[in-house]
């Protein structure tokens, strides 16, 4: 069977995208395998099927894997792996209704994004006010500009994917 | 009972609705999801993830509790707290509905 991999990197925030990706792989015949390493995606060949991808994630629910698999096996989901947080499940179009998801309700979709907040974005706040900023001001003491540079470039990047964040939470808030 | 839940679940939505009202007999996550398709002829159908959180969540808050586990499903009922809830969400839906009546 032919395999293929690809490198994609979602950040955070991209889970829909990511459903999305693997939705359209899987409708023009390659079905995910797995995600693993920094963002590499496996897949194989299979007959084109529209199934529907869905990312949920709840420590509370890898803590007891067994009944969080259970339950969402009991409503027609497959369980795939966990990757940095995330679960993956996926359902065939042809056995779902209409636009199902694994949420129901926008309040539920809310309470994910809080766990995202709080299991990713959190700790990268505090690791940025606790090491980034004071070693970015430290270099610019010193006049290292190189390393203040890099320092800086790494900052922007991750204030901006606060700020998509922050977005895309009061985006679905306000709604 | 504390500002944190009358500001959660009063008033609450629709899915924490049929949890508890559900709950007034032990079920598992599952066993809510069709009953409540059931209840409401396919009107109202609970997903996973949502149920999931909404169990975790109705737990910490001590609205419902977990009683035994069965074929790795885990079973709760309604506690005296969530039952309160359920009651005040109730009386303001019948007022709701009482208000509707006289209004149109």
Known sequence: ?175 | MNAHIKKVYVPMTETAFYILLCLKKPNHGYGIVQRVEQMTDGAVRLTPGTMYGSLSKMEKDGLIQFIREEDKRKIYKITDLGSEVLQIELNRIARLYRNAQEEM
Not at chain 1, 11 to 26: P, S
Not at chain 1, 81 to 109: H, L, M, N, W
Not at chain 1, 162 to 170: E, G, N
Request: charged share 25%; with cysteine; aromatic share 18%.
């Open chain 1, 1 to 175: 069977m032919e395999t293929k991999k690809t490198f994609k990197i979602f950040t955070i925030y991209e889970y829909e995208k990511e459903q999305n990706y693997l939705r359209k792989m899987h409708q023009s015949g390659w079905k995910f395998v797995k995600v693993s390493g920094f963002g590499i995606y496996h897949f194989e060949e299979c007959v084109p099927e529209d199934v529907i991808y869905q990312l949920d994630y709840n420590r509370d629910g890898i803590e007891h894997k067994a009944e969080y698999v259970r339950l969402f096996n009991d409503c027609g989901w497959e369980y795939l792996q966990d990757y940095v947080g995330y679960s993956y499940f996926r359902k065939p179009a042809s056995q779902a209704e209409e636009t199902e998801e694994i949420f129901c309700d926008d309040d539920s979709k809310l309470q994910m994004l809080e766990r995202v907040y709080k299991g990713r974005i959190l700790p990268l706040i505090v690791l940025f006010s606790c090491i980034f900023i004071p070693q970015l001001v430290n270099c610019i003491a010193h006049k290292a500009y190189i390393l203040a540079s890099l320092f800086g470039a790494v900052t922007c990047l991750y204030v901006a994917i606060f700020i998509m964040f922050a977005l895309q939470y009061y985006r679905l808030k306000g709604r």
